[in-house]
């Protein structure tokens, strides 16, 4: 029997899997509320300069990545980042170093004491934890390596990826690669080296060694050309208000221009953020309403400027710079978009994009914009020593940007499992499941495929 699959949400998880279910021939549709697709990723050109206000880049860590760029034809679009942007910079003591990438710079540089360097001889002899749910970051972090190196890598780390806080980030949960290494190998050090050649046999590349890639125009060039080759699949500016039992089926309720429209359908695939999922199934499950809604999506500004290279005396020669919280700046880090990519700028224009915010500084929210922006602007410019006034200035304010796999984290998961169990037909995905990159979306639409396939047998 054929089956009728609708799926919420034409973010990458959403459209990945549409996408590959589509490619098999099966029934589907993707409701989207926004008026394009891509969800948080929305790339704009203006004045020369491309302002990504999502993720600036992926991570090409699962051979999916190039199957998908392959089959939709963006190999002319398709880019990897300069090598100019390979060095990374942290800030510590109003100065920017950068981050010792072989045993050689770690030795020489100054942004770790000759205390925090000898401490991370003991990392091997260091035991397990008890149970890496209940664990955080920082915790596990310290037990291991040693206080500085949560302050003055970890720390800033967490805020480039989560824009989170390492004292309320479950290891386990947020970091489940880090966490394996201990579990399995004993050790951070040990585990490294050997778990080289399993990720080799899986044909997937580590996070510090897969290439970073963009497109010509921007991250969202990759969910646009899914939803041209999807066709009349998408219905965009739908709004969804409701989702009954209907017999054996489901139906969803929606609203297109102002009319209220049904679709009756087999399979519901979820990939709209844990929020508004909460809102969406509280009819089905209060109990599953109130774990979706306890995933915390802290805010963020994303600030994109632009300054002519002349005026900027800092060396752009790197990726950008991440901010401990100890150096209390009131932003997050930068990053050097027209390095990494250069076709962000014109050729004697440099662009940057900023962070502001996070669960480090939740306060933005209610924080008067144009004040704050003008005292990161002012913070920015002493670092990169600039001068000058922005030649282009752009931003994007995300009210609930990042979910947060907070410690405890493993409740909601062990929760959600059991409402799919309880609810056949109804699946919960989205990067609040299965990490948050769009590498890790993209690798778990597939795993969101072959439930489906499961239930369509």
């Not at 609708?6 to 021939?25: D, P, Q, R, T």
Request: glycine fraction near 8%; hydrophobic fraction near 35%.
């Amino acid at each position: 029997m054929k089956k009728k699959i609708v799926i919420l949400g034409a973010g990458i998880s959403g459209l990945a899997a549409a996408y590959f279910l589509h490619k098999e021939n099966y029934d589907i549709t993707v409701l989207e509320k926004k008026s394009e697709v891509g969800g948080s990723m929305e790339s704009a050109w203006e004045s020369g300069f491309l302002f990504d206000r999502g993720p600036n880049s992926g991570l090409e860590t699962t051979p999916l990545i190039r199957i998908l760029v392959e089959d939709l034809g963006l190999q002319d679009q398709l880019m990897y980042a300069s090598k100019e942007g390979n060095k990374r910079y942290i800030l510590r003591g109003n100065k920017l170093h950068p981050l010792p990438m072989n045993p050689p710079a770690f030795i020489k540089t100054k942004l770790f004491s000759a205390k925090a360097k000898l401490r991370l001889f003991a990392e091997p002899l260091m035991g397990k934890s008890n149970d890496g749910y209940y664990e955080s970051i920082a915790e596990f972090v310290t037990r291991r390596l040693g206080k500085e190196f949560l302050d003055y890598a970890i720390n800033p780390f967490v805020a480039g990826v989560y824009a989170g806080n390492p004292e309320e980030l479950s290891v386990k949960s947020a970091f489940p690669k880090l966490y394996a290494l201990e579990e399995e190998y004993g050790g951070l050090i040990v585990g490294t080296i050997k778990s080289i050649k399993k990720r080799k046999q899986r044909a997937e590349k580590s996070k510090q060694d897969a290439q970073m890639f963009s497109f010509k125009d921007g991250m969202q060039a990759l969910p646009k050309a899914i939803a041209n080759n999807l066709g009349g699949k998408i219905i965009t500016s739908a709004e969804v208000k409701s989702i009954y039992k209907n017999g054996e089926c489901y139906s969803v309720v929606f609203y297109k221009d102002g009319i209220e429209q049904r679709i009756d359908c087999d399979i519901i695939l979820s990939t709209i953020p844990a929020y508004a999922a909460s809102n969406l199934f509280k009819n089905f499950d209060e109990e599953l309403s109130k774990h979706l809604s306890k995933i915390y999506y802290p805010p963020v500004l994303a600030l994109f400027l632009g300054y002519k290279k002349s005026d900027i005396r800092q060396p752009l020669d790197g990726f950008g710079f991440l901010i401990p919280s100890k150096e209390k700046k009131s932003f997050l880090g930068a990053i050097w978009s027209s390095v990494i990519f250069p076709n962000r700028a014109t050729g004697d224009e440099a662009a940057f994009t900023l962070f502001v915010g996070g669960s480090r500084n939740p306060e933005i929210e209610n924080t008067d914009k144009e004040v704050l922006i003008k005292k990161v602007i002012d913070e920015f410019q002493q670092l990169m020593k600039i001068n000058s006034k922005p030649s282009f200035e752009a931003h994007k304010f995300w009210q609930k940007a990042i979910p947060q796999y907070n410690i405890g984290y493993i409740e909601h998961e062990n929760y959600f499992d059991k409402f799919e169990e309880k609810f056949s037909g109804i699946i919960l995905g989205g990067n609040y499941r299965g990490g948050i990159s769009v590498g890790d979306c993209i690798k778990n639409s597939k795993t969101l495929v072959n439930k489906i396939k499961n239930l369509c047998r």
